[in-house]
């Protein structure tokens, strides 16, 4: 689905280091899983998902294909981008082509990692990201109210549009983020064209020291406690671990080296995780013998549209679909015992299709 999750941070916060540790990751699985580096700070990386290699195990396909997010690492961001300072101008048109946000901040003290911003301060580093990104929303948002206030005197769409524009103006000049203004689906269409930098949604990983990934520290909790109204998730982790652990290609070394540090799997897994669900993804899988693989859709998707990320052939020529829930298929064993069950279901067009299911679709060429 080609949609992207960009990581964002202020200088020497450990950003870089998590897109290393996410693209050693991906170039140490297995050969039949895939990986490609699109651009130098692009990359695909799998999605871990256990439900993928439990079927995996009851099939014993020939090859096991995960779905995949494109994460890209968006260049260091300093105070005043919105003016064009430091690489702000680049900064702000690649993450002005994503569609969500990890927002890396600094919770660790450590001499030897320069800090231009004086003590550690996870809230005032946010607020800076914050402000130049409202600042540049403000920016496009006064420059398409200027273009509608001529046609809103005689067009009652354009006079909707400016009210709209407004809201969002008055909201950027309070320091708030889009994301948090209550506009309805049909409201957003004002905006649309924008692409406004603060209406993307957004996660937080509280980068912290190694003594600190388990429990957190001050740090991570100034954080945790200044985005509680936000409804958003804050991962804590340690970069410069996940990079040591990606950079492993033997899977004993690794499974030696997380016990030894406590861990059942990796946080980047948690954070791959997180980020797909952020940009409201969701996945069904096909299993056979050549192949057991998942398949990314967006949430509430019907079946013909998730027919298409096949082919596109099969949403033009879908007559049904024989879907099985994954908790089902892991219950009975096999698409036959389901079958017998009475556990495998013929679905139609109106079908929205759940997250987990099995599906195999029936289409005419």
């Known amino acids: 689905m080609a949609l992207q999750a960009g990581i964002v941070g202020l200088p020497n916060v450990g950003k870089s280091t998590l ?26 990386v799998d999605v871990p998902d256990e439900r993928l290699n439990k079927l995996a195990e009851l099939v014993k396909p020939n090859r096991i294909v995960p779905t995949q997010l494109e994460i890209v690492d968006i260049a260091g961001l ?28 600094r919770c ?14 996870p809230i005032s580093d946010k607020e800076i990201i914050d402000t130049e990104l409202q600042l540049k929303d403000l920016d496009s948002v006064e420059k398409k109210i200027q273009k509608t206030e001529k046609q809103a005197r005689v067009d009652p769409k354009a006079k909707a549009e400016l009210e709209v524009l407004i809201r969002c103006k008055e909201h950027l000049e309070k320091g708030k983020n889009i994301r948090s203004l209550d506009i309805s689906k049909q409201e957003r269409s004002a905006i649309a064209d924008l692409f406004l930098l603060t209406e993307k949604a957004v996660l937080y990983v509280a980068n912290v020291d190694e003594a600190s990934m388990h429990t957190g520290n001050k740090f991570s909790q100034l954080l945790q406690d200044g985005v509680k109204d936000e409804g958003v998730e804050v991962i804590v982790m340690c970069n410069n671990i996940e990079a040591q652990i990606a950079e492993m290609e033997n899977e004993e070394d ?8 406590r861990m059942k799997e990796p946080a980047l897994h948690r954070l791959i995780r997180s980020a797909y669900k952020l940009l409201n993804l969701e996945t069904y899988f096909t299993a056979g013998v050549q192949e057991v693989r998942a398949w990314t859709i967006g949430k509430g998707w019907k079946a013909p549209q998730a027919a298409s990320v096949i082919h596109t052939d099969f949403e033009k020529g879908f007559i049904k679909a024989e879907v099985i829930a994954y908790d089902d298929y892991v219950k ?15 679905e139609g067009k109106e079908y929205l299709v759940q997250d987990g299911d099995v599906m195999h679709f029936r289409f005419n060429v």
């Open 108 to 121: 660790f003290e450590d001499e030897n990692v320069l800090r231009e911003e004086g003590a550690i301060n």
């Open 19 to 44: 897109f290393n540790a996410v693209s050693n990751s991906a170039k140490a699985q297995a050969s039949n899983y895939r990986f490609c580096t699109i651009e130098p700070n692009v990359g695909l």
């Open 254 to 261: 690794k499974q030696m080296f997380m016990e030894e540090y």
């Open 78 to 105: 300093v105070r005043g981008a919105s003016k064009g300072e430091g690489l702000g101008n680049k900064f702000l048109g690649n993450i002005r082509e994503v569609d969500a946000i990890i927002h890396v901040i």
């Open 332 to 346: 009975y064993g096999s698409e036959a015992a389901c079958r017998d069950a009475g556990r495998l279901r013929i």
